[in-house]
């Protein structure tokens, strides 16, 4: 998924005057602005009382960042499937020359509706509450997870487009209402620090169907039981999210007890009745004030447009590239040609299965003797072969009722296939499958990294600034990961370790900068903005990998890694761009922001649980 990695992470950031705004917030809380009535109640609540009076205080934080983390990890698991079990659908998938354009439209038709959601997610969640939104998203997540391993049950392109576009309905809007959540339970400097442990524990859903889904796909469940796994995690998390509900629900009735204990309601009432007029015409006059409006992106200046630009072309090769990384890998490490030295004893018979009598070995042209095989090569392939259902007993097994194919490619071979992977070429098929978990392991290297970064990232980057700097010093560092895949058959793993440490990198910086270069009440709208520009990139850039990867035979290396390269160093000229301009506009990106609740911060941790009961999960466990 696009930021909270997929897309921007939609929670609070640091304002240019420390302060955190709420980037959900579409419309500024229209209508909705409530304003401090402490002078016209007698006696105010101490201090200590105040603070207690939020959710930040009680202790049940934490069973609801576990269960939002839950529903996170899901998402990121089932959305990575395909990316994981590339080869395999290529092999599963009816035979067809567009496999590879078929394939990434699966990205494309997931991005399409989220060009337009980001504008609007936020102001849902303000409008219906943040939990509610929540279960409601994760079950178009859910109903999109099903609809796509019903897809391939089926073996329907169609209907997996289908699930992929209901899944994208819901899966971004889904990191908009975490992340509301979560600011809502963590405030001040906790936000950060919660957001991180949330980032980093979602990714792991990532690397867990990197690593298993090859593994299940590759075993006798077959491919449809690893997309039917995902199906049932987001089917699972619909439980967590209907459980933060029920808490926060608890939560708000508690907290809302206790603050009617502080001052009497009938006082209340009667206070608050005698200055209604007042407050209702400053109410109009602040909501006129402080109205937001979808057109104001027209009043943003060169910095934002800069940081836009930047985010567009520098995801464009990361995430785009995630999506064929297994391809990639096999192609360029872990499943090269075979020796073209080399040819089999009997050509046009199969080389291991029980169709194979006898042997086949694969004899060198130069010598005579055996072929000596690179251990990530594929092992020679038959140049033709001749079969029908007549050929053996266990013929029932096979898909098709004939294999006639004068000159045999590596396309034409589909390990899904009982007649390829146990009767003609199961050495073929074997050594596929290892490559295949091989490929999804190193694949995950970048995701790892960022899930053990995200934190400590962030607290670097709050201490020292220069995003800027750090922005343009990622995108050089993306450019030299791709220019080695593309020129260099050395191992993907340095590389992948680059590109992890560059993602990481840049993800702490850019989203943090998107306040710092708008005004405070505009944030919401900057936000929609900037993850819809990405995901106009991220809709666009698969359809463009598939037409240079048809353009240049069939093959990843070294094009599709040249436009990755080409995406980076756009990125690094758009960085020195902005770092230039930065210093002409005060050092705003590059700068160390000001904590202004830092001087709260002591009375907060003072009167942090000083009148809260042991809350360790009672709006769950404890009733009234």
Partial sequence: MPETERTAPMGLEPDSDGSHADETNQQLHYGNNDEDFSHT????????????????????RWLVLALACTVMTASYYSYDIPSALHEQLLNYMPQSSNFERNFNLLYTVYSIPNVILPLFGGNFVDRYGAPQCLLAFASLVCCGSILLSSGVSSKSWEVMYLGRFVFGLGAESLCVAQSTITSDWFEGRDVAFAMGIGLSVSRLGSIFNNITSPKV???????????????????????????????????????????????????????????????????????????????????????????????????????????????????????????????????????????????????????????????????????????????????????????VYPNLTTHDVKCSDPFWNSACTSDYCAKESASTERAGRVMSIPYLISALSSPPLGLLVDKIGRRAQIASLASGLLFIVHLTMAVSHSSPVLPLVGQGIAYSCYAAVIWPSVPL???????????????????????????????????????YIPNVEFFFMSCAGLGVVIGLILNRLDRRHGGKLNGITRDDESKGEESREDAGFANVEDEYFSPLLNPG
């Fill in 217 to 403: 796909a590759n075993s006798r469940g077959g491919i449809q039981t690893a997309f039917w796994i995902g199906s049932m995690l987001t089917f699972s998390s619909l439980f967590a999210a209907a459980l933060i509900v029920f808490v926060d629900g608890r939560a708000v009735k508690k907290l809302n007890k206790r603050r009617g204990d502080v001052a009497s309601p009938e006082l209340t009432e009667a206070l608050l009745e005698e200055d209604a007029p007042t407050r209702n015409e400053n109410r109009k006059s602040c909501s006129e004030a402080d109205e937001v409006r979808l057109t104001d992106f027209r009043k943003f200046g060169i910095l934002f447009w800069l940081l836009t630009i930047s985010c567009f072309v520098v995801y464009g090769c990361v995430l785009p590239f995630n999506n064929v990384a297994s391809g990639i890998l096999l192609e360029r490490n872990y499943y090269k040609s075979a020796p073209s030295s080399c040819h089999l004893l009997h050509p046009d018979q199969c080389t291991s299965g029980y169709l194979q009598n006898g042997t086949n070995p694969s004899l060198s042209d130069i010598s005579g003797g055996l072929c000596s095989f690179d251990p990530y090569q594929a092992p020679l392939l038959p140049s033709s072969v001749n079969f029908t259902s007549s050929a053996s007993e266990k013929s029932g097994e096979w898909e098709n009722e004939a294999y």
């Fill in 517 to 555: 270069t708008v005004d405070k009440k505009f944030t919401g709208t900057a936000f929609g903005v900037i993850t819809s520009v990405q995901n106009i990139g991220l809709a666009l850039f698969p359809l463009m990998i598939a037409s240079i990867y048809k353009a240049s035979g069939d093959s």
């Fill in 41 to 60: 109640i007698p006696h105010q609540q101490p201090a200590a009382a105040s603070l207690s009076n939020s959710k930040t205080n009680l202790r049940s």
